[in-house]
């Protein structure tokens, strides 16, 4: 019999394990999208776009006729797979606001329960599509990422049984979800082997049922608080015990100082919307054109493209790897003497900074790098990307832990995303720009995109002000209380 403690035990651990295998193979396999996308065209999904020298409709293998004699222009095609991610991405942005409120509100299995059943819906539309229905590729994606994104927001609240490593159980969970984007690869190299896009779909809506048991067995009803009361338990066996612990969650929520709107109108929330949207934007823009950029870089070479194309996919990987640095930095003040006066809060913000300025510097590297039309020069570029991903949504989100209170965790962070996602929408004009004005030539759009990377410094800048700030109070109430 697993252990009911909250703290420590089997039970923990299993709860964490389970965690990282979900999110590593299910929440972010959307971002794995131009492996995909090599699979579609393969499958001719909108082949009809696709046109030869003469102006007649064709029906080429990775933008190549069918007789090998002439090269047609799919441009058009790319243009629309380009358009399934971004409205898709969009769409999940913009409702992900839900996820986080039905989080907030109605606890772990509710959320859990809704995430489950619209992955599952993802999965099948695209078991079920074809060239003819090609159309059904709006609503997977939206719906693979929505579902995906669920999964990771109840996942993340197991920091908190971690006590001291808790930003570092939260970037590595972040990581994961980066790496996840490797599920799109398994499935082109399974695709190349023989296996049909029905059933490798199906099989991840049938996997359905293991997120189900790990939903009843693994985690609360409600919420994983922190600082973790005494007598908090978790789990099926453990309900009884478990309704006395959440009171004990539901006494101390009135504590909490900041009100939802009091923390969205705040400096540190509109900063921190801003970190995300600029760099949010230049990672979008980059996975969103990726195929046609490698066939562009790679001279329409099929196999020269799917080489680069597996080397970025397996370059997510990655992400689980490096994520946990960034929580390890965030936690390196844990058990160290605070300043005095100094609350735990506010040790916690003060170690972020570094965080921040850490993840806009790699972000600003990798939009250099991805913007000089270097083929080889591509894998560089591949491993910043995923390392300032890794950065990007693990620091944000355990940054929105520690700067609010939990009880808006889910909301505040889905807003966060909710509102970068409209400024994401950007994605699609500067693609049409490069195809049309520009010629093809993204140097201009990749220079805007690198410029507006260097405003994620004024996100660390703010924090480090506002923790001078409260140490400078925190000072003149000491010497106020000393000459009194």
Request: glycine content about 10%.
């Amino acid at each position: 019999m697993l252990g009911c403690d909250g703290k420590g035990g089997v039970r923990r651990w299993l709860t964490l394990v389970t965690g990282m295998v979900e999110s590593l193979c299910f929440t972010g396999g959307v971002y794995g999208w131009a492996s995909l996308v090599v699979v579609l065209k393969d499958e001719s999904y909108y082949g009809w776009l696709c046109v030869n020298g003469t102006g007649l409709n064709g029906t080429g293998l990775n933008g190549t006729a069918a007789s090998g004699t002439q090269v047609l222009d799919c441009s058009a095609q790319d243009e629309q797979f380009t358009l399934v991610f971004t409205i898709g991405n969009f769409i999940n942005c913009v409702m992900v606001l839900s996820n986080g409120y039905l989080y907030d509100r109605y606890g772990t299995a509710v959320a859990r329960l809704y995430g489950i059943a619209i992955f599952t819906a993802g999965a099948l539309f695209v078991a079920f599509s074809s060239a003819a229905l090609s159309v059904l590729l709006y609503p997977a994606l939206t719906l693979l990422a929505l579902g995906g994104n669920m999964l990771l927001i109840t996942n993340l609240q197991i920091g908190n049984l971690f006590g001291s490593q808790r930003s570092t159980v939260m970037t590595l969970y972040n990581g994961a979800f980066d790496s996840s984007a490797v599920l799109f690869l398994v499935i082109k190299l399974m695709y190349e082997s023989g296996v049909s896009l029905m059933v490798s779909f199906g099989s991840l809506a049938a996997c359905s049922v293991i997120h189900l048991v790990r939903t009843f067995l693994l985690l609360p009803g409600g919420h994983i608080p922190y600082p973790l009361p005494p007598s908090y338990t978790y789990g099926v066996t453990c309900r009884k015990s478990q309704e006395i612990g959440q009171s004990i969650v539901d006494e101390a929520l009135p504590v909490q100082e900041k009100s939802f709107w009091k923390c969205v109108f705040s400096r540190l929330f509109m900063f921190q919307l801003l970190w995300q949207s600029v760099m949010q934007l230049r990672f979008y823009m980059f996975i969103g054109t990726l195929n046609p950029t490698l066939q562009r870089l790679a001279e329409e070479d099929p196999s020269l493209v799917s080489q680069y194309t597996n080397a970025f996919a397996i370059s997510q990987l990655c992400g689980v790897l490096f994520s946990p640095w960034n929580g390890l930095i965030m936690d390196r003040h844990k058990g160290k003497p605070r300043a005095a006066g100094e609350t735990e809060a506010e040790a916690d913000l003060r170690a972020a900074v570094l965080s921040l300025a850490l993840t806009a510097l790699l972000s600003v590297l990798f939009s250099v790098c991805a913007s000089v039309p270097l083929l080889p020069l591509q894998y560089l570029t591949f491993i910043l990307q995923v390392l300032s991903r890794s950065f990007l949504y693990g620091g944000g989100n355990a940054f929105a832990m520690i700067a609010f209170p939990v009880v808006h965790f889910g909301t505040l962070v889905c807003l966060v995303m909710a509102l970068s996602a409209v400024f994401s929408l950007l994605q699609f004009p500067f693609t049409l720009l490069i195809d049309g004005l520009l010629g093809g030539d993204p140097l201009l759009v990749n220079v805007v995109l690198t410029l507006l990377c260097l405003l994620a410094f004024l996100h660390p800048l703010n924090v480090h002000l506002h923790c001078r700030k409260l140490a400078s109070q925190r000072c003149q109430k000491a010497g106020d209380y000393v000459s009194s």
